[in-house]
């Protein structure tokens, strides 16, 4: 009884902490650099992160995955920290440390405890100032990029489904292709053009710098004054984003993986990016059909009928667009076709009929749960904080992003699926094994 009681005060202390305003400073050293504090005394551990406005979508048609190159090439080291050293450093301070790159952004970050802040400031600014990018580097990563891709894409079931689906939703947006990339693009690229992406992108005044923890902001400030003043601005990154002609017709296509026995059936909607009210809307909406085991398609397709091994909609959110998509794994043999009839029909009731009352109060309290849940660890605070001010271009989005979503309602669920969730708006691909 006593664990219990302990784990119940614990939540309702997370509850009501992660629920309050996230108190921030923010400003730009000379060189561009955007700097985003946050101090949090409930745990001696600090986040240094660093949020690069640069992903797959800045890259040439002829030299997709730089930008995921580059999460693992900025990791070789700099003019001061040797080779394989970097989470040596990270490793023996006590701290943890990864990247990870969208379509839109590359995110770098460091969890140390607090009393290492220096040392996760000096790496960042090594990474940022003078990383060491050479034909020993970007041969041992090319090779690391490819295991990645054999091991995550080629050789992992339904690894291709998002790239087939990204390609017949995008023509014109570098939304057509996915993050990982092409192989043959990275080894045609030479020292120069990776020289060049670097220092267009990888710059003071494409990032974010947040810090978030157990800081003092004025101390920070000054630290942060000494390890990034010097590192030199670079050129202003423009950017034209491509606009998608609308589908008027229901597009219907056909994909084959070679590690797959069951087939799937996708279908794929385009929406808009995520800074839209609507985007949010479509992630309820989503919820309604598939998020856990008492949604209307899973309850259906595979509690009812057992005519699925798997169903799912999520909504796919990205800066420019979305791409709603809904999926299901057939069981006994059932007809791909018939399992596309059974998804439809669920969004036709949400595009004809209000979710009732209940729903949408177990909808709000997940969604509120989810936020809250993002924000109780000092790493979602600063991820949280650099989209904000990446994309939303408001970095306080953080504390009004509940209140946005506790205005949806009902109303708007059934408005974006009638509006967005229409056959001659969609791609259909029949994901079937290769033999």
Same mark, same amino acid.
């Given at each position: 009884?006593?664990?219990?009681?302990?784990?119940?005060?614990?939540?309702?202390?997370?509850?009501?902490?992660?629920?309050?305003?996230?108190?921030?400073?923010?400003?730009?050293?000379?060189?561009?650099?955007?700097?985003?504090?946050?101090?949090? +005394?409930?745990?001696?551990?600090?986040?240094v992160?660093?949020?690069?406005?640069?992903?797959?979508?800045?890259?040439?048609?002829?030299?997709?995955?730089?930008?995921?190159?580059?999460?693992?090439?900025?990791?070789?080291?700099?003019?001061?920290?040797?080779?394989?050293?970097?989470?040596?450093?990270?490793?023996?301070?006590?701290?943890?440390?990864?990247?990870?790159?969208?379509?839109?952004?590359?995110?770098?970050?460091?969890? =140390?405890?607090?009393?290492q802040l220096?040392?996760?400031?000096?790496?960042?600014?090594?990474?940022?100032?003078?990383?060491?990018?050479?034909?020993?580097?970007v041969?041992?990563?090319?090779e690391?990029?490819?295991e990645?891709?054999?091991?995550?894409?080629?050789?992992?079931?339904?690894?291709?489904?998002?790239?087939?689906?990204?390609?017949?939703?995008?023509?014109?947006?570098?939304?057509?292709?996915?993050?990982?990339?092409?192989?043959?693009?990275?080894?045609?690229a030479?020292?120069?053009?990776?020289?060049? =992406?670097? +220092?267009k992108?990888?710059?003071?005044?494409?990032?974010?710098?947040?810090?978030?923890?157990?800081?003092?902001?004025?101390?920070?400030? +000054?630290?942060?004054?000494?390890?990034?003043?010097?590192v030199?601005?670079?050129?202003?990154?423009t950017?034209?984003?491509?606009?998608?002609?609308p589908?008027?017709?229901?597009?219907?296509?056909? /994909?084959y993986?070679?590690?797959?026995?069951?087939?799937?059936?996708?279908?794929a909607?385009?929406?808009?990016?995520?800074?839209?009210?609507?985007?949010?809307?479509?992630?309820?909406?989503?919820?309604?059909?598939?998020?856990?085991?008492?949604?209307r398609?899973?309850?259906?397709?595979?509690?009812? +009928?057992?005519n699925?091994?798997?169903?799912?909609? =999520?909504?796919?959110?990205?800066?420019?667009?979305?791409?709603?998509?809904?999926?299901?794994?057939?069981?006994?043999?059932?007809?791909?076709?018939?399992?596309?009839?059974?998804?439809?029909?669920?969004?036709?009731?949400?595009?004809?009929?209000?979710?009732?009352?209940?729903?949408?109060?177990?909808?709000?309290?997940?969604?509120?749960?989810?936020?809250?849940?993002?924000?109780?660890?000092?790493?979602?605070?600063?991820?949280?904080?650099?989209?904000?001010y990446?994309?939303?271009?408001?970095?306080?989005?953080?504390?009004?992003e509940?209140?946005?979503?506790?205005?949806?309602?009902?109303?708007d669920?059934?408005?974006?699926?009638?509006?967005?969730?229409?056959?001659?708006q969609? /791609?259909?691909?029949?994901?079937?094994?290769?033999?």
């Amino acid at each position: 009884m006593k664990s219990k009681l302990f784990f119940f005060f614990a939540w309702v202390m997370t509850f009501s902490v992660s629920a309050q305003k996230v108190a921030f400073t923010e400003y730009n050293l000379k060189n561009g650099l955007h700097v985003i504090l946050h101090q949090d +005394k409930t745990a001696p551990v600090v986040a240094v992160s660093v949020m690069y406005h640069v992903g797959s979508k800045d890259e040439q048609t002829n030299r997709t995955g730089f930008a995921h190159f580059f999460e693992h090439l900025l990791f070789e080291g700099s003019d001061n920290i040797k080779r394989g050293e970097f989470m040596k450093i990270v490793s023996s301070n006590g701290g943890q440390n990864n990247a990870n790159t969208t379509q839109d952004r590359t995110f770098y970050y460091e969890v =140390f405890p607090s009393n290492q802040l220096a040392t996760g400031l000096w790496l960042e600014s090594e990474r940022m100032l003078h990383p060491v990018i050479n034909e020993v580097g970007v041969k041992t990563q090319n090779e690391v990029v490819k295991e990645e891709k054999r091991l995550r894409v080629d050789n992992q079931p339904y690894g291709n489904f998002l790239s087939e689906i990204m390609k017949r939703l995008f023509t014109k947006h570098p939304y057509t292709w996915v993050p990982i990339g092409s192989m043959a693009d990275l080894d045609a690229a030479t020292l120069d053009e990776f020289k060049a =992406f670097n +220092k267009k992108y990888y710059t003071p005044n494409n990032a974010a710098l947040v810090i978030a923890g157990d800081i003092e902001i004025e101390k920070t400030k +000054k630290l942060v004054e000494n390890y990034f003043a010097e590192v030199p601005s670079g050129q202003v990154v423009t950017r034209t984003a491509a606009k998608e002609t609308p589908i008027t017709k229901e597009i219907i296509d056909t /994909a084959y993986d070679s590690n797959i026995q069951i087939p799937a059936i996708l279908a794929a909607y385009r929406v808009p990016g995520q800074t839209e009210k609507e985007s949010k809307v479509l992630e309820m909406a989503s919820a309604v059909l598939s998020q856990g085991n008492s949604s209307r398609m899973y309850k259906k397709m595979v509690d009812e +009928k057992r005519n699925s091994l798997q169903v799912a909609s =999520f909504n796919y959110s990205l800066e420019d667009y979305g791409a709603y998509i809904t999926f299901a794994l057939p069981n006994n043999n059932t007809s791909l076709d018939t399992l596309l009839k059974d998804m439809d029909d669920e969004i036709v009731k949400l595009q004809t009929t209000l979710i009732s009352e209940a729903e949408f109060t177990k909808l709000q309290n997940q969604f509120e749960n989810d936020f809250i849940g993002k924000n109780s660890k000092m790493l979602g605070v600063a991820e949280n904080l650099a989209n904000g001010y990446t994309f939303y271009k408001n970095t306080n989005n953080i504390n009004t992003e509940l209140e946005e979503i506790r205005k949806i309602t009902r109303q708007d669920i059934q408005e974006v699926a009638k509006k967005y969730l229409n056959k001659n708006q969609r /791609a259909v691909v029949y994901y079937l094994p290769k033999k």
